[in-house]
C-alpha cells in the first residue's frame, strides 16, 4: 500500500497517510489531534480542514459532506471534512499539506 507524508502546517506535526485512508483515521492512529465530535460519520463539521496541497488526490465530497461543510466556519474551495477526505493517489510530490483550523464549533471535547 502507497503511503504519502501529510504535513500539518498549523502545528508543524507530519504523520502518514496510506491510500484508501482518511485523513482523520491517519490522524487519530498517529496521535495528531483532530477534533471529531461525531465519531467520523459525517455527522457534524469538527473534522474540517483545509487541504493545501494534493487536494486533486483526494476522493470527491458526497453530498451530505458538502451539507456538513455548511456549517463549519471559515470554508473555502480547499475545506474538506477529516473523516470524509479519502487518498485515492499519491501526489506528484509525495506530500500532501493540510491546515486544522485553530477554532472548534465542538464546545465541550470529546474523550475520542
Given at each position: 500500500?502507497s503511503?504519502?507524508?501529510c ?9 502518514e497517510l496510506a491510500?484508501?485512508?482518511t485523513?482523520?483515521?491517519a490522524a ?6 483532530l477534533d471529531?465530535?461525531?465519531?467520523g460519520?459525517?455527522a457534524?463539521s469538527?473534522c ?8 486533486e ?6 453530498e451530505?459532506?458538502?451539507?456538513q461543510?455548511?456549517e ?12 470524509q477526505a ?9 506530500t500532501?499539506?493540510i491546515?486544522?483550523?485553530s477554532w ?6 470529546e474523550?475520542?
Open positions: 500500500m503511503k504519502v507524508s504535513k500539518v502546517r498549523s502545528n508543524g506535526r507530519t504523520f491510500v484508501g485512508e485523513i482523520l483515521h487519530m492512529a498517529q496521535g495528531v489531534e471529531h465530535a461525531c465519531g460519520v459525517c457534524c469538527t474540517h480542514v483545509k487541504i493545501a496541497v494534493g487536494k488526490c483526494f476522493s470527491e465530497p458526497s451530505d459532506e458538502l451539507d461543510l455548511d463549519a466556519r471559515d470554508v473555502g474551495l480547499d475545506s474538506r471534512l477529516g473523516c479519502k487518498l485515492l493517489r499519491a501526489p506528484a510530490g509525495g500532501v499539506e491546515t486544522i483550523p472548534n464549533v465542538n464546545a465541550v471535547r474523550g475520542h
